[in-house]
């Protein structure tokens, strides 16, 4: 069996808070052992399951928030820049399935940790075909793309409620309940990774059962940016291209892959 995790940092246990998400602020250094410990418990879970490839993107900022030297050895992890010509590396049809661990809502979301779509700096909602849709819908179409199901979603309580009014086949665990953008109802760490493994397990049961999502195209995403520089500076032709408002873009395009590069 060869599974494909992708990990962000928003919905790991025990984050709650922007500086332990970034980069040289006070708390980051703690994040990363919370995110790595994580990664670590999602690795042996698997590998008990009787996993025998798997590889772990790590999908946060600039993708380079793992502890190198802390990594379970029993995966192949990818980091760095997370462009989207290429957001899961070493992805193929072989994959028997992925899970998307740490995840968190689309942005605008209440009682939800760090809510965003891609960027809480750039954009205020996405729409693909005229509905809202954010990381957990977008990455698993591109998942689908390559025939792979998600199995498994993990985040806060609002995030595994996305998860499941967007994908309808898939197991959720939450890590905590959101409380506001910053705070939250945590479980202890140990906790999760315990529960992980038994969640991991039932999630795992359903591979041949859950069907990739799969939306086809041609395909609309329609951008809400944050300010009007950050619109100004998306080239728009009138055509495959048009500024609606000071604010908001729409991109056509018949490839998911072109769409996402072309308008975020
Ligand atoms: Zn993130």
Redesign the pocket.
């Known amino acids: 069996m060869k599974i494909y995790v992708c990990v ?3 919905g790991i246990s025990g984050i709650v808070h922007p500086t332990q ?1 970034m980069k040289g602020e006070a708390m980051y250094e703690e994040g990363r052992r919370l995110l790595t410990n994580e990664v670590n418990a999602v690795v042996e879970s698997l590998l008990q399951e009787g996993v025998r490839e798997i590889i772990v993107r790590d ?3 600039s993708g380079v928030n793992f502890i190198p030297e802390r990594l379970h050895p029993g995966a192949s992890y990818v980091m760095g820049g997370t462009l989207f010509q290429e957001r899961f590396p070493g992805l193929d049809h072989t994959f028997d399935g992925a899970l998307l661990i740490g995840y ?1 809502t689309m942005a605008g979301v209440e009682r939800a940790v ?1 809510d965003h779509s891609y960027s809480s700096r750039h954009f205020t909602s996405l729409k693909l075909n005229g509905r809202p849709i954010g990381e957990i819908g977008l990455d698993s179409l591109l998942l689908g793309t390559y025939g792979v199901p998600v199995l498994l979603v993990t985040g806060d309580e609002a995030t595994c409620k996305e998860a499941a009014n967007e994908l309808e086949e898939v197991t959720t665990y939450a890590t905590k309940v959101g409380l506001g953008r910053h705070s939250a109802i945590l479980k202890s760490p140990v906790k999760v990774h315990e529960e992980l493994r038994v969640t991991i397990a039932e999630a795992l049961k359903h591979r041949d059962s859950y069907r990739p999502f799969i939306q086809s195209g041609p395909y609309e995403l329609q951008v809400q940016y944050m300010s009007t520089d950050l619109a100004d500076a998306k080239y728009c032709d009138g055509k495959q291209a048009i500024r609606l408002d000071g604010l908001t873009i729409r991109v056509m395009d018949d490839d998911l892959t072109s769409l996402l590069c072309r308008a975020l």
């Open positions: 962000d940092m928003e998400l999908i946060h900022a968190h760090r």
